[in-house]
């Protein structure tokens, strides 16, 4: 894909069509063209560079690494995770895991704050590895609920991460499309503002949400729990 403009590509005259762009040996950089308001429909919305198609390749790049590393890690860390939650209990991985998601969420708004730059979007794809944990975590803490229920006083704290796994998952996308429409430019506030959200909800989570397995054991040091794995 050819991002640059070049007297060639453009057959014209550059200096002419683009009179406010750095033309360097006959070259203006992909970040200089085209030269789009923050708040057209076309704008590429990133702060720093107004070229749709340059900002969109580098998104793309950036979001297949993000992916990538989370499936591989899913695999490696899934089934660990599950027989923690099995042996150990439920409420605590669920804890852990919502800490995880919540650093990763706390990391973008540094990011936001000090643009650390791509290397620290690839470090938040271990820490959103977890949100897959917590969704067989909840099903898990629901089915316990099923062959030995609880008091409704019980129930209805664990009710709110259940239902609103899903919720705000659709809620979640949502967001994301009205923020893309007001154009920002600085993401630090919604960042941060999430990252306020994943505090309060570790919080919730240790306060109220109880165990629900019957008889978890004590967490007694990895060597004890790798010869759970043991047939």
Known sequence: MQLSVTAKSCECDLAAVYPAAPIEN?????????????????????????????????????????????????????????????????????????????????????????????????????????????????????????????DQAKIFPLLVPLIGGSVTMTAGYGLSYFLLKLHLTDYLAVWGGLSLVGVVTVIFIRCFIVETMAAPKEWGGWGAFCSTLRP
């Open 26 to 150: 006959g070259t203006i950089a992909p970040c200089d063209v085209p030269f789009i308001a923050a708040d057209s429909a076309l704008w590429s919305h990133s702060a720093s560079c107004a070229n749709w198609p340059y900002v969109m390749l580098m998104a793309q790049t950036v979001t297949s690494g993000w992916y990538s590393t989370q499936t591989v890690l899913f695999i490696l860390v899934m089934p660990l995770c599950a027989r923690i939650s099995d042996v150990y209990g439920r409420r605590d991985a669920f804890l852990y895991a919502t800490a995880a998601v919540m650093l990763a969420v706390a990391l973008f708004a540094v990011d936001a704050a000090l643009e650390l730059g791509d290397w620290a979007v690839y470090l938040t794809s271990p820490f959103f590895t977890a949100s897959y944990v917590l969704e067989v975590v909840c099903w898990s803490m629901a089915a316990d609920l099923v062959p030995n229920p609880v």
